[in-house]
């Protein structure tokens, strides 16, 4: 008699590629623990990744713009949930694992920093050794979610969240296989996180006033298309075919695709993420931050981990505090440390 969880994993081994991961086959976890009765491995993860707090902390940290009034600019929440919904549409035709796609997708930004990537840059340049957004994300599900124990998620989907990121400039695919992510699963983060931001961040640059969709480059949207939705489905359907012409061995894009994709990109670099309207309030925030990232250390019994502290150091406790913050966590212990409160009695 088998339970429904090794019925659900002979249904991936019957439907699946031969390709997509397979939850029976999993490297494991970081420690060994007894399966679930109904749910498969990656769909275990899956579900430990939205319980945590890191998760529901993504909410009121920034995507582009700084806490905006506007209820429908994305955050970083929103984003994940755009580039959750890419990346399993992907994986959904190519028949690889939906729920390890989506774990991956879910989980690849939990270390992102309040203030966005202006916050990561500061927090980089505090902390001794340096700082990047997915090795935190990978601290977080190991180390910090739980009270220390961590969420003890399996290999693949640890993987895929520590080889997510490619930089301001490095390419979504073609990287030598030491750069990428090991599963196939993995691989589609990349693409699924650049087709998911540049379209979203048009849209709220947009909506913010920065640029008119007659400002685009022509070139690109000649290629991938004029609206969103439009230039979404030519991304989707030609990392697709591409895929597929390679027998999934690992995911493409074509050429002229890619090229349209990128040159959309750096466009966006000088329009909106290095513009100087939009990052005007980025200057106060590193204030805010290093600010805080001071008093903290100070005051280093009262706000960090002891644990940490002992076997870290103070710089990994004050990393690990600082970075998980939301942008109005932030702003509100600033304000406790430096502003004076006003006197409040009559
Ligand atoms: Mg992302």
Redesign the pocket.
Known sequence: MTNIREQLEARERDTLAPQAAKSAASRGRLRPEPEDEIRPAFQRDRDRIIHCKAFRRLKHKTQVFFRPTGDHYRT?LT??LE?SQIARTIAKVLRLHEELTEAIALG??LG?TPFGHAGERVIDSLMPGGFNHYEQSLRIVDVLENDGRGLNLTWEVRDGIAK??KGKSGAPVGMPPAMRASTIEGQI?RVA?LI??INHDIDDATRAGLLTPDDLPQGPVRVLGASSSARISTLVRDVVTETLAADLSEIRMSEPVLAALLELRTYLFDAVYENSTATVEFKKAADVLTGVWEKVRERSAEFLDRRTIEHEGVDAAARDFVAGMTDRYAVRLFEQFFIPKPWAID
Do not use: G, W
């Open positions: 970083r984003h994940t580039v690849h930004d992102h997510h990121s983060m996180d998911a931001y």
